[in-house]
C-alpha cells in the first residue's frame, strides 16, 4: 500500500514538473501577455477587446459550471448573479469613493468583496427555498428570478440603481484597480523589427484584458480545487444520483446550495469585473439571452470541463465578434463592411441551430470532462437489454426453427 | 364606488388577458403531460401565430393583393363587410393560422426533441432554447426587427356596460372563443378515442406502447394542438394590443408557464383556471401596486407556487420516482 502511495506522490511530481510542460506554461503566458499588444500594435485594436470580453465570458462560464456541470442544477437566470454583482460593486464604489476619497484606486479592493458577497448572499437567499425543486422546475424559477432583478434594477428602486439609464451617474467613475493615473500613461514602444510603422500602445483594453485574465487564472485554480475537492466529488454524486448520494450521506440541500451560492460568487466578480471594463452598467446587459449565452458556452464546451468552457467562451463570444470586428475595420478581402452587421444579426440565429443540432449530435460538448464521460448511463443498461433480448430471440429462433410461421 | 369601478374594470381586463394566458397555457400543460419537457418554444409558436395571422390578414383585406388578383377583389369585399364577413375573415384567418403554427410545433417535435427522448433530461431543455432562439431570430432577420401594427376587424364597439365600465366586443369574442375552445378541447382529451390515447401516453408511455397505441402520433397530436392553440391567443393578442413584434412571445409565454404550474402542470383544466387566476391577479396588481411591477408579480407567484405548492392548486403532490 505504502509503495504505492509513493508512487503514485513521484508520478505527480514528476508530470508537473516535466520541462515540457513548464516551456508549455511559459509560452502560454508569454502569448498572452505578447498577443494583445500585437494585435494593438498592428492597429486591429478591436482584437484586445474581444479577448477582454472572451475573458469575462470564460469567467461567467467557469462560475455556471459549478452550478450546471458540476452539481447538475440547470440555472437559465445566471445573469441576475452578475447584474447584482455589477450594481452591489458600483454603488459602494461610488459611495466610497465619495466619503472616502483618500482610499484611492484600493477602492476596486473594497468593491470586489462586495460584489462577490452580494450575489454569493442572493444565491443563498434565492436557493434556500428552491432547491428543493426538479430540475426543470428550478431552471425555469431561476429564469423568473433573473428577470425579476432585472426588472427591479430597471424600476430604479429606492434611487439606488438609476433606472434604464444605467450607473455610473453623470460625474462619477467606476473605481478601477490600481486608478485611473496608470490607465492615462498611454505606454508607446515602437518596435522597428516588425515594420516601421509599428508602436506597441497600452490602452485601456490591454490594461483590462491583463486583469481579467489573472482573475480568470485565479477562477481556473480555485473550480480546479472545487472540483477535485470532497464538495466537488458530493456534487458530482449529486448529480449522478440524488438519492443513492443521500444514502451516503451527503447533505443534499447543502451541497446543492454551496454550489449555488459559489457559482453565484463567481457571477458576481465577473459582473463587477464586466462594469469595470465597461464603465457603465445598465439593465440591458442582464437579459435572459445573456443567461441563455452563458449557458450554451458551458454546453459547447462540455459540461463540466474547464478547457470546454474556454473553448465555449472563445465560439460564443469570440468568434462572432472577430469575423465582425474584421469586415467592420475593412480588413476581410471582398467582403463589404456592412456584412459585418450582417453577420452580427446572423449569429443568434445559428447559435439556436446549433444548440439544437449540438443536442442531437454531441451532447456531451465538443470537450467534455473525463468525469463526466465515466459516468453510468442509464440509457446504456437499456440498449444492453435490448441486445440481450435479440440474442435471446436469435437463439431462440436458432433453436425453433419455423416457429414463426 | 371609484374603487369597485378600477375594480371592477381590473377584473374585465384580467378575464381577458387571462384567458389568453390560460389558450398559452394549455400547449405547456399537454406537452408536459405527455413528455415531461417544458416546451421553451412554445412562446416563440405563440408569437409565430400572431404573425401568420397577420399575414393572413393582410392578404384577405389589402387592396394592394386584390389590385394584383383583381378576381380576389369580390371576396375582399365581403371579408371586410361588417357582421358575416368579418367573422368569416376571422376564422379563415384564425383557422390557417392554428394549422401553420401546429405544423411548425410537428416539425419542432420531429427534429428538435424526438432524437433527444431517451437523453438526460437537460438536453431537450437546451434544444428547445435553441428552438427557440432560432425562430426569434428568424422572425427578426427575415420579417421584421419592429413592431408592427396589427388590424383589429372587430372594431372599437360596446358590447355591453356594468355599472359604468365599458366592456368592448372585442373583448367578448375573445373570451367567448377562448373558452369554446377549452370546451372542445376538454370533450376531446375527454371522450374521444384519440384523446383517450393521449391520456393513456401521458399516464405511462411504454406501456400505452405496448396496448398497441401509437405513442409517436399521440405526442405529434399533443404538438400540434398546443401551437395551434397558442397560435389563437397569439392573434387575438396581437387584436388586444394593436401591435406585434418579434420578442412578444417572451413576457406571455413565461406567464402562461406560471399559469400552467399554478394549475398544476399536466392538468388541463388547472392551466385554465390558473391563467385566468394569473390574468386577474396581474390585472389587479398593475391597477392597485404599479405597471412597472406587474411582471415581476407574475414571476414572483410562480416561485412562491413552486415552492409552497409544487403541485400545483389543482395538480397531485409531485413524488419523485426512484
Known amino acids: ?405 | 364606488m371609484v374603487l369597485t369601478n378600477l375594480i371592477l374594470a381590473q377584473l374585465v381586463n384580467g378575464i381577458t388577458l387571462g384567458s389568453m394566458y390560460a389558450l398559452i397555457a394549455l400547449g405547456y400543460t399537454l406537452v408536459y403531460g405527455i413528455l415531461l419537457l417544458i416546451n421553451f418554444a412554445h412562446s416563440e409558436l405563440f408569437m409565430s401565430g400572431a404573425f401568420v395571422g397577420l399575414g393572413m390578414m393582410t392578404v384577405l383585406t389589402s387592396s394592394a393583393v386584390a389590385s394584383k388578383f383583381p378576381w380576389f377583389a369580390a371576396a375582399q369585399h365581403f371579408f371586410v363587410t361588417p357582421g358575416l364577413g368579418v367573422v368569416c375573415m376571422l376564422l379563415i384567418v384564425l383557422l390557417v393560422s392554428m394549422i401553420v403554427v401546429g405544423c411548425m410545433g410537428m416539425l419542432i417535435e420531429r427534429f428538435a426533441y424526438r432524437p433527444l427522448r431517451h437523453a438526460p433530461r437537460l438536453a431537450p431543455l437546451i434544444s428547445a432554447v435553441g428552438v427557440s432562439l432560432f425562430l426569434q431570430n428568424a422572425v427578426l432577420l427575415w420579417i421584421s426587427p419592429q413592431q408592427l401594427p396589427f388590424p383589429n376587424p372587430i372594431g372599437q364597439g360596446t358590447a355591453f356596460t356594468i355599472g359604468t365600465v365599458d366592456v368592448s366586443v372585442l373583448k367578448v369574442v375573445i373570451v367567448v372563443t377562448v373558452i369554446a375552445l377549452m370546451v372542445v378541447l376538454d370533450t376531446f382529451i375527454a371522450h374521444s378515442r384519440v384523446g383517450k390515447a393521449m391520456r393513456a401516453t401521458s399516464q405511462d408511455r411504454e406501456a400505452a406502447g405496448l396496448m398497441g397505441i401509437d405513442i409517436n402520433a399521440s405526442i405529434m397530436l399533443a404538438f400540434f394542438i398546443g401551437p395551434a392553440l397558442g397560435a389563437v391567443a397569439g392573434i387575438f393578442n396581437g387584436m388586444y394590443y394593436g401591435s406585434i413584434v418579434f420578442n412578444m412571445g417572451f413576457l406571455p409565454g413565461m406567464k402562461a408557464f406560471t399559469a400552467a404550474v399554478l394549475g398544476g402542470i399536466g392538468n388541463l383544466r388547472g392551466a385554465m383556471m390558473g391563467g385566468f387566476v394569473l390574468g386577474i391577479a396581474e390585472a389587479l396588481a398593475s391597477g392597485f401596486i404599479s405597471t412597472g411591477y406587474k411582471d415581476v408579480i407574475a414571476f414572483a407567484i410562480l416561485i412562491l407556487v413552486l415552492i409552497f405548492r409544487p403541485g400545483g392548486l389543482l395538480g397531485e403532490s409531485v413524488v419523485e420516482k426512484v
Open chain 1, 1 to 405: 500500500m505504502a509503495a504505492s502511495k509513493t508512487d503514485i506522490n513521484a508520478k505527480a511530481a514528476a508530470g508537473r514538473g516535466t520541462p515540457l510542460k513548464i516551456a508549455l506554461w511559459v509560452l502560454l503566458a508569454i502569448g498572452l501577455i505578447v498577443t494583445p499588444l500585437v494585435f494593438e500594435g498592428y492597429g486591429w485594436l478591436f482584437v484586445p477587446h474581444i479577448m477582454a470580453l472572451i475573458g469575462l465570458y470564460v469567467m461567467l462560464a467557469l462560475g455556471l459550471n459549478i452550478v450546471v456541470g458540476f452539481a447538475g442544477l440547470l440555472d437559465l437566470g445566471y445573469i441576475a448573479f452578475y447584474a447584482i454583482g455589477a450594481y452591489a460593486g458600483v454603488i459602494v464604489g461610488a459611495w466610497a469613493f465619495q466619503h472616502a476619497p483618500q482610499l484611492g484606486p484600493w477602492i476596486y479592493f473594497l468593491m470586489i468583496p462586495v460584489a462577490a458577497l452580494a450575489a454569493a448572499a442572493t444565491g443563498i437567499i434565492l436557493g434556500t427555498p428552491v432547491l428543493r425543486l426538479r430540475g426543470d422546475y428550478l431552471a425555469i424559477v431561476t429564469l423568473g428570478f433573473g428577470e425579476i432583478v432585472r426588472i427591479i434594477i430597471t424600476n430604479n428602486p429606492f434611487g439606488i440603481t438609476n433606472g434604464a439609464a444605467g450607473l455610473p451617474r453623470a460625474g462619477q467613475f467606476i473605481p478601477t484597480p490600481f486608478g485611473l493615473t496608470w490607465l492615462q500613461n498611454n505606454v508607446y514602444v515602437p518596435i522597428p523589427a516588425l515594420g516601421k510603422s509599428f508602436v506597441l500602445q497600452f490602452d485601456n483594453n490591454i490594461y483590462w484584458f491583463y486583469v481579467i485574465v489573472l482573475l480568470c487564472l485565479l477562477t481556473i485554480f480555485v473550480v480546479r480545487r472545487l472540483d477535485q475537492s470532497r464538495l466537488g466529488r458530493s456534487w458530482a454524486a449529486l448529480r449522478e444520483d440524488e438519492v443513492a448520494a443521500s444514502s451516503m450521506g451527503v447533505s443534499i440541500t447543502q451541497t446543492k446550495l454551496w454550489a449555488f451560492s459559489l457559482g453565484a460568487l463567481w457571477g458576481g466578480i465577473a459582473g463587477l469585473t464586466f462594469a469595470n471594463f465597461q464603465q457603465f452598467v445598465s439593465p440591458e446587459s442582464f437579459t435572459f439571452m445573456e443567461s441563455v449565452f452563458v449557458v450554451c458556452t458551458i454546453v459547447i464546451g462540455g459540461m463540466g470541463s474547464i478547457p470546454g468552457a474556454i473553448v465555449g467562451a472563445i465560439i460564443i463570444q469570440g468568434l462572432p465578434a472577430f469575423i465582425q470586428g474584421l469586415a467592420a475595420a475593412g480588413k476581410l478581402p471582398g467582403i463589404d463592411p456592412g456584412v459585418a452587421t450582417v453577420i452580427a444579426n446572423y449569429r443568434f440565429l445559428v447559435f439556436g441551430l446549433f444548440m439544437v443540432v449540438m443536442m442531437a449530435w454531441r451532447p456531451q460538448g465538443l470537450l467534455p470532462s473525463k468525469r463526466r464521460a465515466a459516468e453510468l448511463k442509464p440509457e446504456l443498461d437499456e440498449i444492453a437489454d435490448v441486445e440481450s433480448e435479440q440474442l435471446y430471440d436469435a437463439q431462440h429462433d436458432a433453436a425453433h426453427p419455423g416457429i414463426d410461421e
